[in-house]
């Protein structure tokens, strides 16, 4: 059965001409504004992002390699992968040592005289079963972990100079450029007692022999001595602390 109660209505929005004219006598309310929708925004996707300098600084190395297809079409971010992976490499080239290297006669002119003209050299000459050359050895040790970019080596007195007398012993050599920079005869050389800040701050006192690599290849004397210092104190404020801490403990 036919619903003769149906009203037809037009799309919304829409108006037929008769209403646009009693609209302007002013016998229907204004027109209601047609339905908009709000514009569409996709949800923000991280990796559709724009790629800037930060982005970039937080990748490591093989997370760069990665990189290399997707940066292809962007020029800067593709030039700035490459330099930030030629840094890391150079840091790591810096930092290569990290131990006292043992080495013999034939080995000299390769691993001092001919070592980098930016890379320090500190050559110990010893022989075993001498309580100095053992204890001035801990010491290098030390020094070798804490500064890396700074090579140790270390070399059979005799083996490097024939006939070196046992008396001398330890001695220590400091190279740079193929050239002798200095060189301290006996474990008196660094005070009465021989320690690795003690050593370091010997080291350092004209010349930037100690490198840690994070600070360029050629830090100034001024400010290597600093870090020394500073490294000094942080480890007298440690022990101290943890020599009160034992003492509380057993209480």
Not at 100 to 108: A, K, Q, R, T
Not at 116 to 134: A, R, S
Request: with cysteine.
């Amino acid at each position: 059965m036919v619903d003769y109660h149906f009203v037809y209505k037009d799309v919304e929005g829409a108006s037929t001409k008769w209403d646009d004219i009693q609209r302007k006598l002013g016998n229907l309310p204004p027109k209601p504004p047609a339905f908009k929708p709000d514009p569409f925004e996709p949800a923000p996707d991280p990796d559709s992002a724009a790629k800037d300098k930060s982005w970039i600084d937080e990748k490591t190395e093989e997370e760069l390699e990665d990189l290399e297809d997707v940066l292809d079409d962007d020029r800067f971010l593709e030039e700035y992968r490459k330099k930030r992976l030629g840094e890391m490499r150079e840091a790591a080239k810096i930092s290569k040592y990290g131990s006292v290297i043992p080495i013999s006669g034939s080995d000299f002119v390769r691993e001092v005289s001919q070592a980098p003209q930016d890379v320090w050299v500190v050559v110990i000459l010893y022989k075993e079963g001498f309580p100095e050359c053992g204890l001035l050895l801990l010491c290098l040790e030390e020094l070798a972990v804490k500064y890396p970019a700074t090579k140790f080596v270390k070399i059979i007195s005799t083996d490097c100079i024939p006939n070196y007398p046992d008396h001398n012993l330890p001695t220590l050599l400091v190279y740079n450029n193929g050239a002798v920079k200095a060189n301290y005869v006996g474990l008196h050389s660094f005070g009465r007692r021989c320690t690795a800040e003690g050593l370091a701050l010997v080291l350092c006192q004209s010349d930037p022999v100690l490198n840690d690599g994070q600070n360029g290849s050629d830090p100034s004397p001024k400010a290597v001595l600093e870090g020394v210092r500073r490294r000094f104190i942080e480890k007298v404020v440690t022990q101290h602390e943890d020599h009160d801490d034992e003492g509380s403990s057993s209480d």
